[in-house]
């Protein structure tokens, strides 16, 4: 399942393109706000963004910023005619493709598909796929199964699971999570936040803490996957 966050405020463009993207069986998260669309971001596990940049609130730049903080998908902004220093400002900061308004959606599809096709092949033939005891990591892909069952995760706990398998059989510690995913300094709090997304990612992989099958606890350092 292939989702797409659509970020557009004008209802007529937003519900055709919506339409179209359906039609080729794509999820699609439609946001008629920038807010609206950065709740969705940590929530929802996307594969392409299509980005306004003219909205109400935010500015689709500053979600195409904020996206590329954390991920690498692709993302295609729509720009109004005219507008060609909107064209350059978001090749700068991330996007990977623009649309001048009006344009046929048929040409966005077409877009989309070969954005998604590039992010297949240029990832296509690495060995970073794992499989642990039913748990099937996709990393590349972002894509995790469960006993065939895809689950979901946010892309935050995508990254701590992935940071586990990529040091397998050693522990990480808290901290050194924290720094890796957050970037930012480690307080005692932030052991909290971990330990929060920890639980979320165990309830999604019905792991459970006594007799953990993936994510053991390691007491006073941190988790580790073996
Ligand atoms: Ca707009």
């Given at each position: ?12 463009i ?7 993207l ?92 070969a ?5 297949t ?13 039913g ?27 992935k ?5 397998k ?5 808290s ?27 165990r309830?999604?992989?019905k792991?459970s ?18």
């Amino acid at each position: 399942m292939t989702t797409i966050l659509l970020v557009e405020d004008e209802k007529e463009i937003a519900d055709l393109v919506s339409y179209y993207l359906k039609n080729e069986n794509y999820t699609v998260i439609s946001c008629a706000t920038g807010t609206q669309a950065l709740e969705e971001l940590d929530k929802q596990n996307i594969h392409l963004a299509i980005l306004d940049v003219m909205l109400p609130d935010l500015d689709g730049f500053e979600i195409c910023r904020k996206i590329r903080e954390t991920q690498t998908y692709p993302i295609i902004m729509l720009t109004a005619k005219g507008e060609e220093i909107d064209k350059i400002t978001g090749l700068t900061i991330g996007a990977d493709d623009y649309m001048t308004k009006p344009f046929k959606p048929l040409e966005l599809i077409a877009r989309v598909k070969a954005q998604l096709r590039r992010v297949t092949t240029y990832n296509g033939g690495t060995d970073s796929v794992m499989s642990i005891r039913g748990l099937f990591i996709d990393l590349d892909r972002r894509k995790v199964l469960l006993d065939d069952e895809e689950i979901y995760l946010t892309p935050l706990e995508f990254s701590i699971l992935k940071l586990l398998c990529e040091n397998k059989g050693q522990a990480v510690s808290s901290e050194g999570i924290f720094q890796t995913i957050w970037g930012e300094k480690y307080y005692t709090s932030s052991n909290n936040t971990i330990m929060v997304h920890i639980r979320h990612l165990r309830e999604k992989m019905k792991d459970s803490v006594e007799k953990p099958k993936y994510i053991k606890t390691v007491w006073g350092v941190g988790y580790k996957i073996e």
